[in-house]
């Protein structure tokens, strides 16, 4: 199923969730939609499944107007951040609920109902824990089952609410492949609501981020941490050193240093004040301060732990840098805290700046 909303609007008292929103989620995609807490995707989500009105704009499911349908009747399912089992059934009683909520016409046969139970166990991997109660269960296996009462009603759509919010980071990790993995084998159109800009990048077919109500950006993973549309996706996504300078003749100017912007990216396209952002990998370091040639920093303090070392310097104007290399390259350097270098920045992503003067 194919979802669309157009020019959604939803405000609470003076303050505005959704400003305008219009999006499309193609058939069979998993999107996230990501951005801080208080940008408006919960609500956005919610909207979408019929829990919450929007004040106005357009639901489409499969290109039919589903904005006055009732929850049940567009066919969605649902899993929260905190699992909402139902505490006194067992598992298996949790995932038939759906089916034995239905009206009597489209009850299925309690034979069809435990055949299918125990169907959506196995595909979650959790068949053996059919005679336990939510809480003989960890956050994961909880979760786990949420999603499978979600499925046993055939949705059309799976909406995912912080789905692992509430769970620790190594768990967190470990059922993010497990859902990506899931989602190839059913197809199913979903859309997960998150925070985690790791779990997005790392889950969805395709990321909206949003911010105060609106959407910043949309693309696939890799395009929008590689292509970032906004300084506010710049900074939302990945760690990013910030530069507030002013760019005149292809140059990046800060203080009396220039930075060339032969393959910079962003929107700053003539002169005039700039903000520019350079991801911690990105940089090169060079022993000495060379004048013309790069930022003159100092290194402060080196952390050399696994496979890349991170370093933080200071530049002359005292605002720190932080610089992530792989150990290999950066121990021949044989630089340590104390030591000048000049930072060359192989990729910098320029916008205009209206915030501050150079």
Same mark, same amino acid.
């Given at each position: &199923? ?29 999107? +996230? ?9 919960? =609500? ?18 499969? $290109? ?14 649902? *899993? ?18 759906? &089916?034995? &909520? ?71 990790? %470990? ?28 889950? +969805?077919?395709?990321? *909206? ?12 993973? %890799? ?58 990998? %990105? ?14 920093? =100092? ?5 050399? *732990? ?5 370093? %933080? ?25 104390? $030591? ?19």
């Amino acid at each position: &199923m194919s979802i669309h909303v157009r020019n959604i609007r939803k405000q609470f008292g003076s303050f505005t969730a959704l400003d305008d929103i219009s999006l499309d989620f193609p058939t069979g995609e998993l999107v +996230a939609l990501l951005g801080p807490s208080g940008c408006g995707k919960t =609500t956005l989500l919610r909207i979408i499944a019929g829990l919450e009105q929007a004040d106005s704009g357009q639901v489409l499911l499969d $290109d039919e107007d589903a904005s006055g349908t009732h929850v049940r009747e567009r066919q969605v399912g649902f *899993v929260f951040q905190h699992y909402a089992l139902f505490r006194h059934m067992t598992v298996f009683d949790n995932v038939a609920f759906g &089916m034995r &909520m239905k009206p009597r016409r489209q009850r299925p046969p309690e034979a069809r109902i435990r055949e299918k139970v125990h169907a959506l166990l196995n595909l979650v991997q959790l068949d053996w824990l059919a005679d336990r109660f939510p809480s003989q269960l960890s956050g994961g296996q909880r979760q786990r089952i949420a999603l499978a009462r979600a499925l046993a009603v055939e949705p059309r759509v799976l909406l995912l609410d912080e789905p692992f919010g509430a769970l620790d980071a190594k768990v967190r990790k %470990e059922l993010r492949r497990w859902l990506r993995n899931l989602h190839d084998e059913l197809h199913i159109t979903s859309i997960f609501v998150t925070h985690d800009q790791e779990e997005a990048l790392e889950v +969805a077919d395709s990321v *909206v981020l949003m911010d105060h109500g609106r959407v910043e950006q949309i693309g696939t993973p %890799e395009a929008v941490y590689d292509h970032p549309a906004t300084p506010f996706v710049a900074t939302f996504l990945g760690s990013v050193n910030l530069f507030h300078g002013r760019v005149e003749d292809g140059q990046l100017h800060l203080g009396e240093h220039a930075l060339a912007l032969g393959g910079a990216s962003g929107d700053a396209g003539g002169n005039g004040k700039a903000v520019a952002f350079v991801r911690p990998h %990105e940089f090169d370091l060079v022993p000495g301060w060379s004048i013309g040639d790069g930022l003159p920093a =100092t290194i402060v303090r080196v952390v050399s *732990v696994g496979p890349s070392a991170q370093i %933080e310097l200071s530049r002359l104007d005292g605002e720190r840098v932080e610089v992530t290399i792989a150990r290999d390259t950066f121990h021949p350097l044989g630089l340590g805290e104390g $030591d000048q270098v000049s930072l060359r920045p192989r990729r910098i992503r320029v916008f205009q700046d209206d915030t501050r003067a150079a």
